[in-house]
């Protein structure tokens, strides 16, 4: 039978009053050896990258991403965001993001996602619900509740222009102002099934062109800084020959 009292007729103390005691022990018991709290950081760092990696290859599967392209991508915006200065822990949510911005777009039917002809107006505001698809995925993982941000406003732009909630310049979060930059030169320069990809320089001069009104000036300055210093190897993934036609918002 249930107690109603942490104390019985005797005096004794109840189970609640034992617990609270141990607790009041554990508190007085030395710390954990730093050697346990690394391992337990380890797990969790071993947890958030399978937990990325498990849903990344779920995007491939939908044949949304692919490994080399959220790899690079990831690799540009982390560098960008150290040039600039960001904290290790952003690091980390900038990493997430990048490799998984899209996510949500598993929630947007195929026959639009792929559909070769242009999108009526209805299909793009189906398709540009992917950012909000993506955070409420993301937001429920422990640990990704900061990147769910950078996704649900990776189509921002700095003009306020952009989706979902048409925030401005720094009001849009840096690491999703990096995520967009990167994305926008990767969607440019890689080929397609319906079209071949920009040399690099010509993606450049394009991020250029939308600085100040898509993108942010300071972040397109760095990552074309950057982008320049590894032309040979961007190079490589670019198709040589012809230029695309201009990109539209569902591409990228
Ligand atoms: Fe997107």
Not at 118 to 124: A, C, D, S, V, W
Not at 224 to 229: K, S, W
Request: net charge negative.
């Amino acid at each position: 039978m249930l107690r109603e009292s942490p104390v019985d007729e005797r005096g004794e103390v109840s189970a609640v009053a034992a617990l609270l005691r141990g607790s009041r022990d554990a508190i007085r018991a030395p710390s954990p050896e730093p050697l346990r709290v690394k391992e337990l950081d380890e797990q969790l760092r071993q947890m958030r990258a399978a937990t990325v990696c498990a849903l990344n290859q779920m995007l491939d599967l939908k044949d949304l991403n692919t490994g080399v392209h959220s790899t690079r991508l990831a690799e540009w915006a982390m560098r960008v965001a150290e040039q600039l200065g960001v904290a290790e822990h952003d690091l980390r949510d900038i990493e997430v993001a990048a490799i998984l911005h899209d996510i949500g777009k598993v929630g947007v039917p195929d026959s639009i996602l792929n559909k070769p002809g242009k999108l009526t107006p209805e299909e793009r505001a189906v398709i540009e619900k992917h950012s909000e698809y993506g955070w409420a995925i993301l937001r429920l993982i422990p640990g990704f509740e900061r990147a769910s941000l950078l996704v649900l406003h990776h189509h921002e732009r700095t003009d306020g222009k952009g989706y979902p909630a048409r925030l401005k310049g720094e009001e849009i979060p840096l690491g999703a102002r990096i995520v967009s930059v990167v994305d926008a030169f990767d969607a440019m320069v890689s080929n397609r099934s319906y079209r071949q990809g920009l040399p690099a320089e010509e993606a450049m001069r394009r991020l250029r062109a939308d600085s100040g009104t898509q993108f942010d000036a300071t972040i397109v300055e760095r990552f074309v800084q950057l982008a320049v210093q590894e032309l040979p190897e961007i190079s490589q993934i670019v198709a040589p020959a012809g230029l695309a036609a201009p990109l539209s918002p569902e591409q990228t």
